[in-house]
């Protein structure tokens, strides 16, 4: 038997996504943006409304970061979801966390965040079923504090991820396998 359940955007796990730009005068913007994803190698979707002051920023900047949220700063990552930086300017800064100039793109880096890709902004799509904010990854950077081996530890990431039906937020956490290896045990 299965429950029938309102429509809503009901896929789980909705990464929770930090995306950062600056401001005209060079402040830092950061918002909460659960609907994105990786539209191929190296290219970032972003489902993102151009009433965002972040999408604004982002055109007129041509350049934005996608940082991971993690179980640590949950209440600051759920802050910039909740208070818009078209109201609020300085709503980075309120947090209490700290930014850095990125590597390669004229946006900020969210230091207290493990994971973040640098993006450069390649267009904006509009039309009925939406899209937003394309993006070509041209760097990525992990805090040591995630890094094994050479490679990041997403057990230490801490990602955290957004249920559309309780709007709970939940820690992405624990291996349970391997991609592209555990499948072949049932491989003819």
Sequence with gaps: MRTKLNVTEGIYPMPVLMVATYNEEGSVNVMNAAWGTMQERGTVALNLTESHKTVQNIKARGAFTVSIADAAHVTEADYFGVESGNKV?????RSGL???RAE?????????????LECEFIEYQSNEYGCGVIGRVVNVTADERVMVNGKPDMSLVNA???DPYT?????????VGDAFKDGLKLKG
């Design 160 to 162: 955290i991820a957004f």
């Design 89 to 93: 300017p300085d709503k980075f800064a």
């Design 104 to 116: 390669t793109v004229d946006a900020p880096v969210i230091n207290e965040l493990p994971l973040c």
């Design 98 to 100: 700290t930014a850095s």
């Design 167 to 175: 709007h709970g937020y939940y820690k992405v956490a624990g291996r």
